[in-house]
């Protein structure tokens, strides 16, 4: 539907505006996927730890679990300052796109994005459970 957006749209925007449009959209799913797969191994690192606590388990391998999540907050934190300037990015878009083609195409296009990350993150948990399943079939 992005694509079918961008013919609409290209009928009143000129040709920089559309690449900054395909430019944000491409930031936005690899920022998605980004967070997505951080949070994810953030939790993993948080279940670790958990498990290990008060159970007889080399202080090394704990203690390289706690690296392992602290570094992984902080890839999650700087994700997260990405995010936010794709944020202002998107506010941009969306005031040029009202100022040359119109309110609705502001509208859609906010509602096209929300939509994708949605779908990605279904798609991301859905991919997941699959590989979880896999991995109890094998032996």
Known sequence: EIYNFLIFVSKSVNCPQLVKIQSYVADLEKITF????LARRLAGAEMEIRQREGRKVEEEEKEEWRRKHKKLSQQLEEAKDIKDILDKKYHVISNFLEKYSSSEAKILFGNLMEDKIKLMITFKEV???IKIQNEKIRP
């Not at 980004?34 to 797969?37: A, E, Q």
């Open 127 to 129: 991919e997941d459970k």
């Open 34 to 37: 980004l967070l997505h797969s």
